[in-house]
């Protein structure tokens, strides 16, 4: 079995290149979906005490599906509450595509 912080990074993994690769003008089907989809993913998320916690912060916080730039954000911001409650350091947002999309430049 995976444990909690495999989990955490494959999962952070998944949803960051999913956001990276949402489209700049979605659907309503799509925008549609996205919302639908991190409201259930944080409410089957396998992890009790974190599933709780991001499920309030999606309620609090809600997903902004109107493009590529604002879900990456939205997700990027969403992903910094996570480190600052687990005392890990800030992601720079501004390099969410470099990190997620195009590769780090280093
Ligand atoms: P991770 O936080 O897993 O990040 C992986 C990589 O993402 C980093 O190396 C970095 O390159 C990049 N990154 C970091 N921050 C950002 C950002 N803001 N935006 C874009 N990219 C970024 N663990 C707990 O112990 N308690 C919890 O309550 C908890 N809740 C979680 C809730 C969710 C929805 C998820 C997906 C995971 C949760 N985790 C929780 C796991 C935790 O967030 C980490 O995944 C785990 O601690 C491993 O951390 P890591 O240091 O390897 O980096």
Do not use: I
């Amino acid at each position: 079995p995976l444990d909690k912080n495999e989990l955490g990074r494959s999962s952070w993994g998944l949803l960051h290149t999913m956001a990276a690769h949402y489209p700049d003008n979605p659907t309503d089907q799509q925008k549609s979906d996205v919302k639908t989809f991190f409201s259930t993913f944080s409410r089957l998320y396998p992890c009790e005490w974190c599933s709780k916690d991001f499920t309030e912060d999606v309620r609090n916080n809600p997903v902004d599906p109107s493009s590529q730039e604002k879900l990456s954000k939205w997700l990027c911001d969403a992903h910094n509450r996570v480190n600052a409650k687990l005392g890990k350091p800030e992601f720079d947002c501004s390099k969410t595509n470099e990190r997620w999309r195009d590769g780090w430049l280093d």
